[in-house]
DNA sequence: TTAAATGCAAACGCTTTGCAATTGA
DNA sequence: TCAATTGCAAAGCGTTTGCATTTAA
């Protein structure tokens, strides 16, 4: 795991803890928060603590291991950078999250850069809206 | 004001509160969060209070006459929807924000719809990146 | 008159912090 | 050894809630 040679590499420890973080990271499904990371090393390890796991993920922020991505739900959940970044359209309605093709996002990128010279992260994206099954179903906005 | 019509349409009160709520919100500047909205209220009036903010936000969330960005601060800010929407780049850097251009967005929204079925809600939209002069001085990510 | 709206204080969920104790290189 | 790391408990922040009181229609 190349988390482990490059926190190494910048001279700070692989504490037991730091690994135990980084493997939950990697293990996760998709996209895991702070807390669940907690929760989850928690329950096979209880003495594991909620600080080290925020400073361990600050920490891999800070060399860009992990990114950060906000679906709107007043937190903000992690995925190994390493693994790749997606995109996410995020259903209001039912909560659905569909990944989105990098492509679809291309054109905008090189608009921005053009036209406002600013340099879109969109490693972080999740657009919200309604999905096509819920766009059948005419209710709520 | 047509947020007040449409509250009193839909059969709600117009309180006073909710008319100060209502004002703050016509008179900000640009986007506006719960607390600033309260403390410029406090100032004023000292009797008013958060909680009723909060409910008059959610309520004229409830029908459309607000919108809420995220800008990444872990606070959502408010925005009389009939003010019309913007969409935004946020420098992660120096932390300007700019406006964008609606059209730069239409083609990403027809590609969404077209090939993901999705009906994207960009009202919200706030893109995080680097802004131009932020990206001459080659530092940090 | 009466349901709707409010004020208050307390609780919530997530995150950050200061500091003393511990630990890995 | 000794700076880096951790654990703990407390506080910070924005937000939500329950409930008794007040108020607009």
Avoid at 41 to 58: G, W
Avoid at 73 to 99: D, N, P, Q, S
Wanted: include cysteine; charge should be positive.
């Amino acid at each position: 795991m190349s988390c482990h040679k490059i926190l190494k590499a910048k001279g700070y420890r692989l504490t037991p803890h730091r690994m135990l973080v980084i493997e939950a990271l990697h293990n996760a499904e998709g996209h895991i928060s702070a807390q669940e990371i907690y929760k989850q090393l928690h329950s096979r390890y209880p003495y594991s603590n909620i600080s080290t796991v925020y400073r361990t993920l600050e920490l891999m922020e800070k060399f860009n291991l992990v990114t950060e991505t906000d679906f709107g739900e007043g937190r903000v959940r992690y995925h190994v950078a390493e693994k790749g970044h997606h995109h996410h359209l995020v259903c209001r309605r039912c909560g659905r999250i569909m990944e989105l093709e990098e492509s679809a996002l291309y054109l905008l990128k090189d608009t921005l850069l053009r036209e406002y010279g600013f340099e879109a992260d969109l490693r972080h994206l999740a657009i919200s809206g309604k999905c096509a099954e819920c766009r059948k179903k005419k209710e709520l906005p």
